[in-house]
């Protein structure tokens, strides 16, 4: 190995680092096997150094530059991947409003129907009384009249008069309930199913009687005198009003006492 004079402690090390593998390979071959004491040695300087070093900062260089370039290219893809994210963020709130837009027909003919049950059951338990009513004020009048004839042609008549109330009773809405009894089914089975549906949809009927009213969601189509009610208080529900997902599908039409003096509903 070359002497080079005046060499600085730092090389000084440096060689006597390399004098120590020397010697470490001299007891060892390639793959562990021993090398012949007085083998030749390869003579290694500080222009062998000085090439290697060149060599490893050359290929530090190299890849520097292909780190650098990987990392630009990563950097301009996670800039794609946000871009592209935030344009679905963006199309997300669209997408939602368009089908609310194309739903919202369906909500409504879901109200309208709702309503139509609704009003079809009080009908129909307003067309039961009424024709039990009806029905009841005839059979009241035929006993009258009969009551009113000569008492020999009652006494002819009576047991005819008899059987005669008896079939009308007997045919009578409060003997023959079954018939409003089963339509009345049919009318809560529906309107279960349907309200079944409504909840699943987020749809809810609001619920106005004995509450304050709300200009959100109710709109007042006639004014009351209603004493001990509260001013401003709803006391009859004219149209019933619905919300879809807490947003107002259709405003309910209320009856309200008016508020204190100095204030308009």
Partial sequence: MNEWPNEPETLARFRRWLAEA????????????????????????????????????????????SGRA???EAARAVAALNEAAAQFRSVVPKEAEAAQRAARPLVEALVDLHEAL?????????????????????????????????????????RWHETLLAAWRERSPAGQGS??????????????????????EEIRRLECLGRPFDPNTMTVVELADTPGVPPGSVVDEVRPGYVWRDKVVRFAEVRATRLASGGGT
């Fill in 22 to 65: 020397r010697a470490e390979s001299e007891s060892a071959g390639d793959n562990g096997q021993l090398v012949e004491p007085g083998a030749p040695a390869v003579e290694f300087g500080w222009l062998e150094v000085i090439a290697e070093f060149a060599a490893l900062r050359h290929e530090v260089k190299l890849q520097t530059k």
């Fill in 70 to 72: 990987v990392e630009e």
């Fill in 118 to 158: 609704t009003r079809g059951a009080a009908a129909l338990e307003a067309a039961r009384r009424r024709c039990a009513d009806e029905w009841a004020f005839a059979i009241d009048e035929l006993d009258r009249r009969f009551r009113r004839l000569p008492w020999w042609r009652r006494r002819m008549a009576r």
């Fill in 179 to 200: 018939f409003f009894d089963a339509l009345a089914e049919g009318y809560e089975l529906v309107r279960l199913r349907l309200e079944r549906t409504m909840k699943v």
